[in-house]
């Protein structure tokens, strides 16, 4: 079984502290992935890697950053949080379509508050 | 860009019936592929069925089915017979074809499905 793993499920920070989100996989995915979940909103795309050092914007990157040194780990970074970031982000990972498998695999999610 | 609508934010369903849930989506390309994707309460996303958009043969997942209509651009789920451990949001999302560097998926807004004992 694939298994995408988030560091934290629950997390409260206060507004301006810089957060750290990791996101490990352990299939060797290609992709990797940063959503925040809001309700009514659905899930939107923050960030995205398609290999190691690399990263694209997604449709909401203001104020996060990533990184992803290693193919198995991809970490979201809120530089200065505010409370418009409190949110469920979820991670997911999925192998290059070379592989012909197109399906997203995705981590439990970490509720962040941020107060 | 493309977009995909779930019109409908909240759905029940009496246990062992049968429920439909709507998604449209809209788009420019003729290779892509379609998702719809289940998040029980607290616990993790899964994918509950996948449809190529060459495929004209509607897929099927045991008790989830999808009619995917290509011209309309629509694609819904049905879901038969339904238990209780199938309560959760569902979420309908679009991925274009293959297509090394954009491989991401767009969301629909979810619908939330209550199954009533």
């Known amino acids: 079984d694939v298994k995408v793993t988030q560091s934290s499920r629950y997390l409260v920070k206060r507004t301006g502290e810089k957060v750290f989100l990791e996101c490990v996989q352990d299939m060797d995915h290609e992709n990797m992935f940063w959503y925040r979940q809001d309700p009514g909103l659905g899930l939107r795309l923050i960030y995205f890697s398609y290999d190691v050092k690399m990263k694209e914007k997604g449709d909401i990157p203001e104020g996060y950053s990533v990184s992803r040194e290693k193919k198995e780990r991809f970490s979201l970074i809120l530089e200065s949080a505010s409370t418009n970031q409190t949110s469920m982000y979820l991670c997911?990972?999925?192998?290059?379509?070379?592989?012909?498998?197109?399906?997203?695999?995705f981590g439990p999610g970490t509720r962040l508050t941020v107060t | 860009a493309q977009t995909v609508t779930q019109s409908q934010p909240e759905m029940s369903v009496q246990e062992a019936e049968t429920v439909t849930l709507s998604c449209t989506y809209d788009t420019s390309e003729s290779d892509y592929y379609l998702f719809w994707y289940k998040q029980p309460p607290s616990r993790q996303m899964i994918l509950v069925i996948r449809?190529?958009?060459?495929?004209?043969q509607n897929a099927t997942e045991n008790r989830f089915s999808v009619n995917f209509q290509k011209a309309a651009k629509s694609f819904s789920l049905k879901i038969s017979d339904s238990q209780l451990g199938d309560a959760a949001m569902y979420f309908c999302?679009?991925?274009?074809?293959?297509?090394?560097?954009?491989?991401?998926?767009?969301f629909g807004t979810g619908t939330r499905l209550t199954i009533i004992p």
């Open positions: 449809q190529e958009a060459y495929k004209q």
């Open positions: 997911a990972s999925s192998p290059s379509s070379r592989r012909g498998i197109a399906e997203q695999y």
């Open positions: 999302a679009y991925r274009t074809g293959p297509n090394f560097g954009n491989e991401k998926l767009t």
